[in-house]
């Protein structure tokens, strides 16, 4: 039988993986909506999956201001640390590798979520987006502007959640930096039009992201912090592509050379950009060449077009989203060419087990009376 690229072990700048395929970040809006703690679900959930080489946890709040939706964990006081110990543990025990997405939502709020405050976020700038509240989808109002001590604050959140994280046993943090939250909206033109050392050129509005980067690296190995990007994002969770972005992110990438992270996190666009000016349709072929570390690509990835990437090189470990939620042993089907279970939409968001730790694993599923 042939080798396949995808199950060899790789080096990921120190930390040794069993395999080269991850599990994307994802939340799934099941922890304690009162103290952002996860549960006994959440260890079943990721202990499932720990046959991937590396698992990104969904976003995990770096403070209680970083709030933007319905049963998101955070990652911010000693009950969270201590819920996410156990999932930490129940990972490794299986010998997975966990790291944990630090996450701030930013203008992509609403006061429910931030007992009754505006959103806050670079600049205030009309933009349309709804996040989903317990009446259902509600428009994102117009926020306030970030003044430049809160913005030192913000930063030193990620910095605390890093060391918080480090604490719970993760493996790593991967911050996001993509999908319109406040990382994505510090760089995007449409979202920052701040006139001080974090907004104009595209350096200043770099800043924001470098600077996390630095605060953290105080308190954790740079070597096992990730960065994730969105950078062709459009039309999508209030972000758009224009004649800035594409250049914003090549200088960014080309700056995270100055830091010995674990990897870089690439995301392909969730919409078609195949005819827009300013877009890159091909992340990883774009962005490929100005980086020196470790790639994660991500975005309807299959067996096939996994084993390409790899081959060619333009990759080096490839995300899974969709795919993981409803096949727990995701890397044994992909490795024996097995069938895959399908997702149940309805179950993606909130509720129970149903949907979230009971999709079979391939050998059960076979052995199950009909
Ligand atoms: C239910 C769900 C929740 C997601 N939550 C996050 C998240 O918390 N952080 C993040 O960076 N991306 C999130 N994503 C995006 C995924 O990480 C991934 O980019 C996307 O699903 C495309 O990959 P796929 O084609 O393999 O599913 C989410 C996606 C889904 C389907």
Do not use: C
Request: no cysteine.
């Amino acid at each position: 039988m042939k080798t396949l690229s995808f199950l060899a072990p790789f080096d990921l700048n120190g930390l040794p993986l069993k395999n080269r395929i991850v599990m994307a970040p994802m939340g799934r809006s099941r922890a304690d909506d009162t103290l952002h703690t996860v549960n006994h679900l959440h260890r079943t959930y990721y202990t499932q999956r720990a046959g991937a080489g590396l698992i990104i946890t969904e976003g995990a709040l770096v403070s209680e201001e970083a709030n933007g939706g319905l049963g998101l964990p955070g990652i911010y006081n000693r009950q969270q640390i201590e819920s996410w110990r156990k999932i930490t543990d129940g990972v490794h025990e299986k010998g997975g590798k966990i790291f944990i997405q630090l996450w701030h939502t930013g203008r992509l709020s609403h006061p429910r979520f931030l007992k009754g405050n505006l959103p806050k976020g670079p600049s205030v700038l009309p933009f349309q987006a709804a996040v989903y509240t317990e009446k259902g989808f509600e428009n994102v109002p117009t926020g306030e502007e970030f003044t430049l001590d809160e913005i030192a604050r913000v930063i030193n959140s990620f910095r605390s959640a890093g060391r918080k994280a480090m604490l719970a046993g993760f493996d790593g943090v991967e911050i996001q930096g993509g999908n319109g939250y406040l990382v994505h909206q510090f760089l995007n033109y449409y979202s920052n039009q701040r006139n001080d050392q974090y907004g104009g050129s595209i350096q200043n509005r770099s800043r924001f992201l470098l600077e996390i980067i630095e605060n953290l690296a105080q308190v954790m190995p740079v070597q096992r912090i990730g960065v994730r990007l969105n950078p062709s994002q459009h039309n999508i969770l209030g972000m758009d592509l224009d004649a800035q972005t594409i250049p914003t992110h090549e200088y960014v990438v080309k700056s995270l050379n100055d830091f010995d992270l674990a990897y870089l996190h690439l995301v392909s666009p969730y919409t078609d950009v195949t005819d827009h000016h300013f877009g890159v349709s091909n992340v990883v072929q774009h962005f490929r060449p100005l980086y020196k570390g470790n790639l994660i690509t991500n975005g309807g990835y299959n067996r096939a077009k996994t084993e390409e990437v790899l081959r060619t090189q333009e990759a080096d470990l490839v995300s899974f989203g969709k795919l993981f939620i409803s096949n727990p042993d995701l890397v044994q089907r992909l490795a024996n060419d097995w069938s895959l279970n399908p997702l149940q939409e309805a179950t993606i968001y909130g509720g129970n087990a149903a949907g979230y730790t009971d999709y079979p694993f391939y050998e059960a599923a076979r052995v199950a009376p009909v």
